[in-house]
């Protein structure tokens, strides 16, 4: 009964997440320990990012609003423990621009869609337990008893990749002859804090919220298409945010995590982590 009402809660926090359409998980919450590895999946999906209209083409048009409406991402964390407070992490994968919607004064409309790229980055996170506290429900739905801690920390993560532009529609037709590279840099600093529920000495539950700057630049050489060549450098306008996460540990060695962000452009994560 008591992994069934905590299954319970973690379904609720999950439908919750999902919602609110909160760039990556810094999973795992928690520090490895000192020397300790552990391997991450991620999936991580952001949406509509405004970015400065910056950029013209050849033939005289000027940029009036470029959105990025979707990048995905998948990768594989590689994290090493420092100590009982600290990890460090690299990550490689794929990425992929979805969606650069382009608006040019003169009315006429770009979208802009890549092929995936390598993917790589890097980062770190600190972590501090505040206090541990005990608890004791007992009325006519819950009978138990569990201790759970109070945390905060600091997550930094940087990401960097180049897609090529690969399909392009101008005022709803396709384009002929697309090229160019989409270079994209992301860095985010988070604070997060949360709380520990421990369910048995093999299952514990950790909801946690954060707020983040993310700083995301994406700029060209020049993709060209038809006749035309349109030359960008263009950075992301809002940059503070906000999210709420879930991270549970089934075991000692192995956790999964959701994390929703927004504000500060919207994304959704999910991860899975095995320790060593």
Same mark, same amino acid.
């Given at each position: 009964?008591?992994?069934?009402?905590?299954?319970?809660?973690?379904?609720?926090?999950?439908?919750?997440?999902?919602?609110?359409?909160?760039?990556?998980? *810094?999973?795992?919450?928690?520090?490895?320990?000192?020397?300790?590895?552990?391997?991450?999946?991620?999936?991580?999906?952001?949406?509509?990012?405004?970015?400065?209209?910056? *950029? @013209?083409?050849?033939?005289?048009?000027?940029?009036?609003?470029?959105?990025?409406?979707?990048?995905?991402?998948?990768?594989?964390?590689?994290?090493?423990?420092?100590?009982?407070?600290?990890?460090?992490?690299?990550?490689?994968?794929?990425?992929?621009?979805?969606?650069? +919607?382009?608006?040019?004064? %003169?009315?006429?409309?770009?979208?802009?869609?890549?092929?995936?790229?390598?993917?790589?980055?890097?980062?770190? %996170?600190?972590?501090?337990?505040? !206090?541990?506290?005990?608890?004791?429900?007992?009325?006519?739905?819950?009978?138990?008893?569990?201790?759970?801690?109070?945390?905060?920390?600091?997550?930094?993560?940087?990401?960097?990749?180049?897609?090529?532009? +690969?399909?392009?529609?101008?005022?709803? @037709?396709?384009?002929?002859?697309?090229?160019? @590279?989409?270079?994209?840099?992301?860095?985010?600093?988070?604070?997060?804090?949360?709380?520990?529920?421990?369910?048995? @000495?093999?299952?514990?539950?950790?909801?946690?919220?954060?707020?983040?700057?993310?700083?995301? !630049?994406?700029?060209?050489?020049?993709?060209?298409?038809?006749? +035309?060549?349109?030359?960008?450098?263009?950075?992301?306008? +809002?940059?503070?945010?906000?999210?709420?996460?879930?991270?549970?540990?089934?075991?000692?060695?192995?956790?999964?995590?959701?994390?929703?962000?927004?504000?500060? *452009?919207?994304?959704?994560?999910?991860?899975?982590?095995?320790?060593?």
């Amino acid at each position: 009964m008591k992994i069934s009402r905590f299954f319970l809660l973690f379904l609720s926090m999950l439908v919750f997440v999902s919602y609110s359409y909160a760039a990556g998980v *810094g999973n795992p919450i928690k520090p490895l320990g000192n020397m300790k590895f552990a391997v991450a999946g991620e999936a991580n999906f952001n949406y509509g990012r405004d970015m400065d209209a910056n *950029g @013209e083409s050849t033939s005289g048009n000027s940029v009036n609003s470029l959105e990025l409406a979707e990048i995905s991402q998948g990768y594989v964390k590689l994290i090493l423990g420092l100590s009982d407070f600290a990890n460090i992490f690299a990550k490689v994968g794929t990425a992929k621009i979805n969606g650069l +919607d382009i608006k040019f004064f %003169s009315g006429e409309g770009i979208t802009i869609e890549s092929g995936g790229d390598f993917l790589y980055g890097f980062g770190g %996170s600190l972590f501090y337990r505040l !206090s541990r506290e005990e608890m004791y429900f007992m009325d006519k739905y819950l009978n138990w008893y569990s201790d759970f801690d109070f945390f905060a920390g600091l997550n930094l993560d940087a990401s960097f990749f180049n897609p090529d532009a +690969d399909e392009m529609t101008v005022a709803g @037709e396709s384009a002929a002859n697309v090229s160019g @590279e989409l270079k994209t840099r992301e860095f985010q600093v988070s604070i997060f804090s949360g709380i520990e529920f421990h369910v048995d @000495e093999n299952l514990s539950i950790v909801p946690y919220v954060n707020a983040f700057w993310n700083g995301l !630049s994406l700029d060209t050489d020049g993709v060209r298409y038809d006749f +035309d060549i349109l030359n960008f450098d263009t950075n992301a306008q +809002d940059e503070f945010g906000a999210g709420v996460g879930l991270e549970v540990n089934l075991s000692e060695n192995i956790s999964f995590n959701i994390e929703g962000r927004f504000l500060g *452009g919207n994304s959704v994560s999910f991860g899975a982590t095995g320790k060593f």
